[in-house]
């Protein structure tokens, strides 16, 4: 199965250009100010216009209300929410249903999370609509971007799409894909040359990862 790829934290147009150009299948913006890769609702709309067809638009909120994704949701076209917070499988269904999106958890596993663990609480999504869950690092005031990754042996096998973030740069992400089979790999500071600024060689050695990684 090919391993799908999502590049996050996207700030310029000319970086869309370089992720479309790689070959990645999604697009993550970040609304979340105090991220230094958040984009404010103006700029979403200018960038949302440079992604083409076929490329899924990411949303990424943490504990955002419906209100506030409605709000961006007027003007920005998003096909899917993440949600990166502290948010509930209710909250996450609510808010989905009430802005009609689909819609995927981030949860952050800690350094002693064993796999039983990180079922439990992807069923408990996945039970509300989750289209898929992603595991991310844990860090103790950061919400993803942290650049740490977790015990990838530790990864689970379920009956939903999983995709693997944090950590992940040109070097390790073929053999993060080989060790956890996962369904999708998501990152944003591993292809950075600043945080917010993205690198197209750093963009093109991590698909050329991924696509190595998905054909073993």
Request: with cysteine.
């Amino acid at each position: 199965m090919r391993t799908r790829a999502k590049i996050c934290g996207i700030t310029r147009v000319q970086d869309i250009k370089a992720v479309v150009d790689a070959g990645a299948d999604a697009i993550g913006f970040v609304f979340f100010p105090p991220s230094p890769r958040s984009v404010n609702k103006a700029e979403a709309i200018a960038l949302v216009q440079a992604v083409p067809t076929y490329v899924q638009v990411v949303g990424l909120f943490v504990n955002a209300t419906a209100d506030e994704i409605a709000e961006i949701l007027k003007d920005v076209h998003l096909d899917i929410l993440q949600f990166h917070g502290d948010e509930s499988p209710e909250q996450c269904q609510q808010i989905a249903n009430h802005v009609r999106r689909r819609w995927y958890k981030a949860i952050q596993v800690k350094p002693d999370a064993t796999s039983a663990e990180m079922i439990e609480t992807i069923q408990q999504y996945q039970q509300v609509g989750a289209s898929a869950m992603l595991l991310d690092a844990w860090h103790p005031e950061l919400k993803g971007g942290t650049g740490h990754r977790f015990d990838w042996t530790q990864f689970p096998k379920l009956d939903i799409p999983l995709i693997l973030a944090g950590g992940l740069t040109p070097e390790n992400v073929e053999d993060a894909i080989h060790t956890t089979g996962a369904y999708a790999v998501d990152v944003s500071g591993g292809v950075e040359s600043s945080k917010g600024i993205k690198d197209q060689q750093l963009i093109e050695r991590f698909m050329q990862g991924v696509q190595r990684g998905s054909a073993k």
